[in-house]
């Protein structure tokens, strides 16, 4: 009889994170689907059927996420998978000179907040429970799969939040490897270049054929069923750990 997996992704009601529990569930997993109450993350789990379960998370609560692995424990008894898409961006300089106005340090925070604290938020608890697997046949008991961005490396004018987010998850990708490899729980963040999801809906139509075409090929954005597919290839190769992975096309910004 097969083993079941049990999966548990943030931001799963949109955009990577909602192809991510598709493809997941396609390939027999049971996922623990966790976004904002606030998101269409209940309806989208009916949609995708019964191996999926809704619960309400603000990745930046601990009461939340505690919740969220709970509902985890109570429901399959264990975890081996966490996809952390739970994101939001922001388009801001540093400066406006014209109307001499800084960068509001709410926003800053709060962008930090979601993408990086959230993360650490999901990770630092939910490998508890990661961690009670039995070890298989190379010693390892499950996997961490965070998400960068392209800004980690080449920011954009207006993404100094968004950068200092990303960077930091692709920061933290080696030390979190580290950290629990004598548990032998793996841990990989994807960079993605420029992705068809609803976070970039509000670029005009020129702006993103411009980006489209600066692509290396293939000229157009990513689907966010080549993010998942990657979360698969990560998940079922034991050899990948503590490496950050572009999924971009080959796009560099300039
Ligand atoms: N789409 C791209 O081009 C692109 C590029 C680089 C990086 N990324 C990253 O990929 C990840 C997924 O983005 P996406 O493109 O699927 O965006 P999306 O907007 O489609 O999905 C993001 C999801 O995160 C949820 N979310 C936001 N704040 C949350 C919070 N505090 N707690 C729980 N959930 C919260 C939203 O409700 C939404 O469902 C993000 O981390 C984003 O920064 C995306």
Same mark, same amino acid.
């Given at each position: 009889?097969s083993?079941?997996?049990v999966?548990?992704?943030t931001g799963?009601a949109?955009?990577?994170?909602?192809? !991510?529990?598709e493809r997941?569930?396609?390939?027999?997993h049971k996922?623990i689907?966790?976004?904002?109450?606030?998101?269409l993350?209940?309806?989208?789990?009916?949609t995708?059927?019964?191996n !999926?379960?809704?619960?309400p998370v603000?990745?930046?609560s601990e009461?939340d996420?505690?919740?969220?692995i709970?509902?985890?424990?109570n429901?399959?008894?264990?975890?081996d998978?966490?996809?952390?898409?739970?994101?939001v #961006?922001l388009a801001?300089k540093?400066y406006?000179?014209?109307? #001499?106005?800084a960068?509001?340090?709410e926003?800053?925070?709060?962008v930090l907040?979601v993408n !990086?604290v959230g993360?650490?938020?999901v990770?630092r608890?939910?490998?508890?429970l990661?961690?009670s697997?039995?070890?298989?046949?190379?010693g390892?008991?499950?996997?961490?799969?965070n998400?960068s961005?392209?800004?980690a490396?080449?920011?954009?004018?207006g993404?100094?939040?968004f950068a200092?987010s990303k960077g930091?998850i692709a920061a933290?990708t080696?030390?979190?490897a580290?950290?629990?490899?004598?548990q032998?729980i793996?841990h990989c #963040?994807?960079?993605p270049?420029?992705?068809?999801t609803?976070?970039?809906?509000?670029?005009?139509?020129?702006?993103k054929n411009?980006?489209?075409?600066? !692509?290396?090929?293939?000229?157009?954005?990513?689907?966010p069923?080549?993010f998942?597919?990657?979360?698969?290839?990560i998940?079922?190769n034991?050899?990948?750990n503590?490496?950050?992975?572009?999924?971009?096309?080959?796009?560099r910004?300039?």
């Amino acid at each position: 009889m097969s083993k079941v997996l049990v999966s548990l992704v943030t931001g799963a009601a949109s955009g990577l994170g909602k192809a !991510t529990v598709e493809r997941l569930v396609k390939d027999g997993h049971k996922v623990i689907m966790c976004d904002l109450p606030t998101s269409l993350g209940k309806t989208v789990a009916e949609t995708i059927g019964s191996n !999926t379960n809704f619960v309400p998370v603000d990745v930046r609560s601990e009461t939340d996420v505690q919740n969220a692995i709970d509902t985890c424990k109570n429901l399959h008894g264990k975890l081996d998978l966490i996809v952390n898409c739970a994101g939001v #961006s922001l388009a801001r300089k540093v400066y406006n000179f014209n109307k #001499s106005s800084a960068h509001d340090l709410e926003e800053f925070i709060n962008v930090l907040m979601v993408n !990086t604290v959230g993360s650490f938020n999901v990770i630092r608890l939910g490998v508890a429970l990661i961690g009670s697997n039995e070890p298989d046949e190379n010693g390892q008991r499950g996997v961490v799969i965070n998400t960068s961005g392209y800004s980690a490396y080449d920011g954009q004018t207006g993404q100094v939040a968004f950068a200092a987010s990303k960077g930091a998850i692709a920061a933290m990708t080696l030390p979190l490897a580290r950290d629990m490899a004598l548990q032998g729980i793996r841990h990989c #963040s994807i960079a993605p270049g420029l992705f068809d999801t609803p976070l970039i809906n509000h670029l005009p139509s020129k702006v993103k054929n411009y980006f489209a075409d600066m !692509t290396l090929s293939p000229k157009r954005f990513g689907k966010p069923e080549e993010f998942a597919d990657l979360v698969v290839n990560i998940f079922n190769n034991p050899f990948f750990n503590g490496e950050v992975i572009r999924l971009d096309g080959g796009i560099r910004f300039i």
